[in-house]
């Protein structure tokens, strides 16, 4: 039998000043100096340096800050202060927010469906990686391009009215929804797809036993920020685009009628809309949850 | 026996998720009926639309040899932009951090004025930015500060929200120790908070900055300023060339800035 040595431990030494730090003065450095502190440093910096040298590059064309304020401030009081409708009747309004509801509902649909498929092309756990590069690509390119000129590109494409706006609300939507979707698809545990594969599961199966069941709270968590993306998305493609909705009624009270009280109740109308919006969508994620 | 009531209650739970994803498809069926004929909208004229969109964009939206000639004015618009979306952003988020402070679970003075905080950045929040800017083109006119107020305020309240939520989710742990060693408040917000949520905040700051030049774009086409107006002048003028380089110099900072923020954030989290 041999002799089994065990070498006793070399006597442990304290090497402080690997650890310890100190300055100058004499004071010990109690924070460490990582690289994401410098980098966040760093980009701080940048920022800064970047706004102020906006502000002295921006052309003010000679305003007079202050008295701007002041009517700003005024403008504010009647906005908010004292809405009143004279243009349109409430029975109107309420029409045209069911209509910018309606744009957001279609091209959520629109954008959801498609995304789903897109994002099971996009997916790296379960796509071609070459599909799955051309498609990322494609759909960042789609989200780089403003809402708004997607609409506008569309309006003469389809003509002024609803085509339009859906389709171009879609199109971000898609692609928003194809990043998020494919996100958290390849998230999911990868045991699942290759147990079912395994036992012989072809790939539609995979998709709605594993995948879809898998994913689907966080899709819906997705769908329904880009909902609410979409609604305000829909007012503001309105107003810049003539697509019609509440969005077009505060454009149209803003800039031709020159009317703030009638721009303050639709403004009323479009916040409180939102906020029950959001509280709608927070009660349908728990459920799903 | 006991089994047999299992497989039954195993059955009964897939039938269950059977009927609530058959009510919840009927649901969407009938809510996408109901908004196509509250909007007027045509199913197949929207498919249609598409590839005549396509076609449109392939013999129209190409630069041309006299947009080229504009490529410096819609530079300086585009840095414009890009400025401005940084400075917004960089300011509102200065503001919004302190502001924050006062609606967090661990710093808030009382639990009245954090509701208060987080119903100002609500408001903020959901006011559309198309009203603030349409409320300031009458007191502004059109001017930078326009698209620089319009584009704040609502920056603001986002970022408050997300800046209450990320210190709570971060920080209420050391602010906790902190207190309990005997620091003040200053010493728990630039030894604690600062410290723990900044790379977080930093992250939001960047997102901010990205959604915001897609945003001044908007507020552009609305107030004539900027690179939306720009974009729109050629556009209504049926200059489509220029009008496509407009689009190309938007999706190149728009990507530009995404790669950078992305190299930050892997980085920093």
């Given at each position: 039998?041999?002799?089994?040595?065990?070498?006793?431990?070399?006597?442990?030494?304290?090497?402080?000043h690997?650890?310890?730090?100190?300055?100058?003065s004499?004071?010990?450095?109690?924070?460490?100096?990582?690289?994401?502190?410098?980098?966040?440093?760093?980009?701080?910096?940048?920022?800064?340096?970047?706004?102020?040298?906006?502000?002295?590059?921006?052309?003010?064309?000679?305003?007079?800050?202050?008295?701007?304020?002041?009517?700003?401030?005024?403008?504010?009081?009647?906005?908010?202060?004292?809405?009143?409708?004279?243009?349109?009747?409430?029975?109107?309004?309420?029409?045209?927010?069911?209509?910018?509801?309606?744009?957001?509902?279609?091209?959520?649909?629109?954008?959801?469906?498609?995304?789903?498929?897109?994002?099971?092309?996009?997916?790296?756990?379960?796509?071609?990686?070459?599909?799955?590069?051309?498609?990322?690509?494609?759909?960042?390119?789609?989200?780089?391009?403003?809402?708004?000129l997607?609409?506008?590109?569309?309006?003469?494409?389809?003509?002024?009215?609803?085509?339009?706006?859906?389709?171009?609300?879609?199109?971000?939507?898609?692609?928003?929804?194809?990043?998020?979707?494919?996100?958290?698809?390849?998230?999911?545990?990868?045991?699942?797809?290759?147990?079912?594969?395994?036992?012989?599961?072809?790939?539609?199966?995979?998709?709605?036993?594993?995948?879809?069941?898998?994913?689907?709270?966080?899709?819906?968590?997705?769908?329904?920020?880009?909902?609410?993306?979409?609604?305000?998305?829909?007012?503001?493609?309105?107003?810049?685009?003539?697509?019609?909705?509440?969005?077009?009624?505060l454009?149209?009270?803003?800039?031709?009628?020159?009317?703030?009280?009638?721009?303050?109740?639709?403004?009323?109308?479009?916040?409180?809309a939102?906020?029950?919006?959001?509280?709608?969508?927070?009660?349908?994620?728990?459920?799903?949850? | 026996?006991?089994?047999?009531?299992?497989?039954?209650?195993?059955?009964?739970?897939?039938?269950?998720?059977?009927q609530?994803?058959t009510?919840?498809?009927?649901?969407?069926?009938?809510?996408?009926?109901?908004?196509?004929?509250?909007?007027?909208?045509?199913?197949?004229?929207?498919?249609?639309?598409?590839?005549?969109a396509?076609?449109?964009?392939?013999?129209?939206?190409?630069?041309?040899?006299?947009?080229?000639?504009?490529?410096?004015?819609?530079?300086?618009?585009?840095?414009?932009?890009?400025?401005?979306?940084?400075?917004?952003?960089?300011?509102?988020?200065?503001?919004?951090?302190?502001?924050?402070?006062?609606?967090?679970?661990?710093?808030?003075?009382?639990?009245?004025?954090?509701?208060?905080?987080?119903?100002?950045?609500a408001?903020?929040?959901?006011?559309?930015?198309?009203?603030w800017?349409m409320?300031l083109?009458?007191?502004?006119?059109?001017?930078?500060?326009?698209?620089?107020?319009?584009?704040?305020?609502?920056?603001?309240?986002?970022?408050?929200?997300?800046?209450?939520?990320?210190?709570?989710?971060?920080?209420?742990?050391?602010?906790?120790?902190?207190?309990?060693?005997?620091?003040?408040?200053?010493?728990?917000?630039?030894?604690?908070?600062?410290?723990?949520?900044?790379?977080?905040?930093?992250?939001?700051?960047?997102?901010?900055?990205?959604?915001?030049?897609?945003?001044?774009?908007?507020?552009?086409?609305?107030?004539?300023?900027?690179?939306?107006?720009?974009?729109?002048?050629?556009?209504?003028?049926l200059?489509?060339?220029?009008?496509?380089?407009?689009?190309?110099?938007?999706?190149?900072?728009?990507?530009?800035?995404?790669?950078?923020?992305?190299?930050?954030?892997?980085?920093?989290?």
């Open positions: 039998m041999s002799e089994i040595i065990i070498s006793s431990p070399a006597p442990m030494e304290l090497d402080l690997k650890y310890m730090h100190k300055d100058r004499g004071k010990i450095k109690i924070a460490a100096k990582s690289k994401s502190s410098i980098a966040i440093r760093l980009t701080i910096l940048v920022l800064f340096v970047l706004t102020v040298y906006a502000f002295i590059s921006f052309d003010y064309k000679n305003i007079n800050f202050a008295q701007s304020v002041a009517a700003t401030w005024e403008n504010v009081k009647v906005l908010f202060g004292q809405p009143r409708l004279t243009y349109n009747s409430f029975g109107g309004a309420m029409h045209a927010l069911l209509v910018t509801f309606s744009l957001g509902v279609l091209s959520t649909i629109f954008g959801a469906i498609l995304a789903f498929f897109g994002a099971l092309l996009c997916a790296k756990n379960i796509a071609n990686p070459a599909v799955s590069n051309v498609i990322k690509s494609l759909v960042a390119f789609i989200r780089a391009v403003p809402t708004i997607w609409v506008l590109i569309f309006t003469v494409a389809a003509g002024l009215g609803s085509v339009a706006a859906v389709v171009g609300l879609t199109f971000h939507s898609a692609a928003y929804l194809i990043k998020a979707y494919s996100e958290s698809i390849e998230e999911m545990d990868q045991g699942t797809i290759e147990a079912l594969r395994a036992s012989g599961a072809n790939f539609w199966q995979i998709v709605f036993q594993a995948i879809f069941p898998a994913s689907l709270s966080y899709m819906t968590a997705w769908t329904f920020l880009r909902f609410e993306i979409n609604f305000t998305n829909a007012i503001a493609v309105g107003a810049a685009a003539g697509a019609g909705g509440i969005g077009y009624d454009y149209m009270a803003g800039s031709f009628y020159f009317d703030l009280h009638e721009l303050g109740f639709i403004t009323y109308v479009v916040v409180i939102v906020i029950l919006l959001e509280m709608l969508a927070t009660k349908i994620k728990a459920k799903v949850r | 026996m006991e089994n047999n009531k299992k497989l039954k209650e195993n059955i009964s739970i897939f039938t269950k998720r059977k609530t994803f009510l919840a498809f009927l649901g969407v069926i009938v809510l996408f009926g109901l908004a196509s004929f509250i909007t007027n909208f045509n199913v197949i004229e929207g498919f249609e639309s598409i590839p005549k396509v076609v449109w964009i392939a013999t129209n939206l190409v630069p041309n040899e006299k947009s080229w000639s504009r490529l410096p004015n819609i530079l300086s618009k585009l840095i414009e932009t890009a400025l401005l979306s940084v400075a917004v952003t960089v300011c509102a988020g200065i503001c919004a951090f302190f502001f924050s402070l006062l609606g967090t679970r661990a710093t808030r003075i009382n639990p009245w004025i954090g509701r208060i905080v987080r119903f100002i950045a408001f903020f929040r959901n006011v559309p930015d198309v009203v800017a409320l083109l009458f007191s502004f006119g059109q001017n930078i500060l326009t698209g620089f107020f319009a584009l704040f305020f609502t920056t603001f309240g986002m970022l408050t929200r997300t800046f209450i939520e990320t210190i709570d989710e971060v920080s209420s742990q050391c602010v906790e120790a902190l207190t309990a060693t005997g620091s003040n408040y200053i010493q728990t917000v630039f030894q604690g908070i600062v410290p723990s949520a900044m790379s977080e905040i930093v992250t939001w700051v960047l997102f901010m900055i990205e959604t915001n030049i897609r945003s001044s774009t908007l507020i552009g086409v609305l107030t004539a300023t900027g690179i939306g107006y720009i974009f729109d002048l050629y556009y209504k003028r200059d489509y060339g220029a009008a496509s380089l407009v689009v190309i110099s938007i999706v190149v900072l728009v990507i530009g800035i995404e790669l950078i923020s992305n190299q930050i954030r892997k980085v920093i989290m």
